[in-house]
């Protein structure tokens, strides 16, 4: 069967990581089976609109190096696919509805409903419903109302007493009763529907055939069960995806512990490659030990019947460095040097540069330790720059101020007698261990202090070969400053 799935971000906000997991996974289900991926922008609720934030959507969700078939910018045959300019689709079927008798009007006040919930919690009500009153009106009365242009909403008329019964297709036969449900507004005074009337006649309209949604809407699904039987229309199947949580926590992703929202991350300086490659993991299993995925080999192997069944899964952000560290040092070195300065202007961070050539060494140097290109500017500093030395770290391996003074001399006057073409790693380790030897010091006294002395730093990647790419007058320069 040709799939059609969609993802239906609403701009309330920066897409957040776990909505591009959930794209991820509806774009590659549809992919398998040559279908079609919908992006639908969801933008019903006016008062949390923020402005600018659907393009910023378009733009984070191609940073990622995914894409959809049918949408906003591409089109289709569904168009349009941003719900503020479908408000007469929506009317129309929430009048159908009234028509049938499976939703009526409802004029109350805020006041009276106001009133009504207080009423309810006095009570001692576990959740406050609608008390169906203007279900009661009579047909007159709605038409006189009507007429005088009385403001009004659309309430869907949920059955009493009854078990609504879906299928999850990872979850189960779920049932809930709709004793629970509130009389939902599907349209509200303001012309516009709200999300449960707006996505139920997209998903019918549009012909999805699956629903891969994050675990948080569970509780909107059985009222979507109600207005697609209302209408009489067939179900789509649906899978509710594991939310995510914080390694060290049972709570959803906090900004507290580090970024959240989809863009953040590729601002922190992840690939967007091995973005996806994590994501693919959160709520979906390839029961191998195989764990670095291409998106091609995603689509390939992704299928609903591996999806977790599970309500949380574990966002592991030491897992996250890890596959990022992975492809950063799969890359070729210039592609790498490439995506390094392009992540520099598009998120305005001035990146240590000299040359190309220069660049290319350092990042040589390092890359081993490089987990996100926002780590590049720390961990190159000194190649930059002159450091900054503490004269305590100077003097820990040494021992005394004036055995460091002693151990740098030495090397100082050894280094500015070689010449600058023999300036290279085998020639700096070969005369520098031939002192050591001479002098009697211990490797770690003599090689830890010209380390802090020249680099300002106890880590840095191997000492000669950080000399040879500093360059004999960088290293004589700084050995001088003691
Ligand atoms: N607009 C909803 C959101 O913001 C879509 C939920 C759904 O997939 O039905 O995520």
Redesign the pocket.
Known sequence: MKMRT?????P?GEIHIG?MR?LLYNCALAKKSGGKFILRI?DTDRERYVEGAVERTFEVIKDYGLSWDEGPVVVGPHKPYIQSERLDIYKKYALELVEKGKAYYCFCSKERLAEMREEQEKKGFPTTKYDKHCLGLAEEEVKKYLEEGKEYVIRLNVPKGEKINFKDEVLGDLSFPSDDIDDQVLLKSDGYPT?HLA?VVD?HLMEITH????M??LP?TPK?ILLFKAFGWDLPKFVHLPLLREADSTKKLSKRSGSVAAVDFLKDGYLPEALLNFLMFLGWNPGTEKEIYTLEEFVEDFSIEKVQKSDLVVFDRQKLLWFNGMYIRGLDIKELLEKLSDWGKKFDVKINSKDKDFDLRVLELIRERLRTLSEWNELTDYFYNKPEIDGELLNKYSGSGEKTKEIVNKYLELYESIDEKDWNFENLEKVSHELLEKEGYKPKEAFMTLRVIVTGRSFSPPLFNTFEVLGKTNVVKRMSSI
């Open positions: 969609r993802m239906a971000p609403s309330t909505s959930t969801e999300y996505v998903d629903i891969l949604r994050g948080e809407w909107s979507h």
